[in-house]
């Protein structure tokens, strides 16, 4: 009886993996990797830490790269590897600004089904009031975080649009 063995070690398997140079073997870079690597690049080229030409070299670099060990001396001169450039963007701004509508939707539905227990209950004061406030309270904690500054300044960029 032969014996079976699930790999076959003979194939254009092995013959690939003599071909790729012992200091590549390592983790691929995806796409998502590589466009992180390029947003932290364009945003540090929009602060003025790179200029153009540097910038597009290293871009040209980002895209070349096939392994991650290759992408980080592409952000290692730039403060904390470049990620606090992200915070920035207008991007990240968007996705903050989500989360704290989803959160302050969270809130109002959890308010809204503890004012409905008290009215349905026949509890002599207004027992929500507590965790109420401890909400309201993370609320305006989350957007204090996020540098929310509120609708005042929407009004306020919508009254200088209509005078121009």
Request: proline share 5%.
């Amino acid at each position: 009886m032969t014996q079976m063995t699930p790999y076959r070690t003979d194939g254009p398997v092995q013959h690939m993996l003599a071909v790729v140079p012992e200091h590549e073997h390592g983790i691929r870079a995806s796409d998502a990797d590589r466009e992180q690597v390029a947003r932290i690049l364009r945003a540090a080229a929009g602060e003025g830490m790179l200029s153009l030409g540097e910038a597009d070299e290293r871009l040209a670099a980002l895209y070349a790269a096939r392994f991650r060990s290759e992408l980080a001396p592409l952000t290692a001169d730039l403060p904390d590897g470049g990620r606090s450039l992200l915070e920035n963007t207008a991007e990240a701004r968007a996705a903050a600004r989500a989360g704290l509508f989803r959160h302050f939707l969270t809130v109002s539905v959890v308010a809204g089904l503890l004012v409905t227990l008290w009215a349905l209950s026949d509890a002599p004061f207004f027992w929500p009031v507590w965790p109420l406030a401890f909400m309201a309270f993370s609320v305006l904690r989350h957007a204090r975080r996020i540098g929310y500054d509120g609708p005042a300044r929407w009004r306020r960029r919508r009254s200088v649009d209509r005078a121009s």
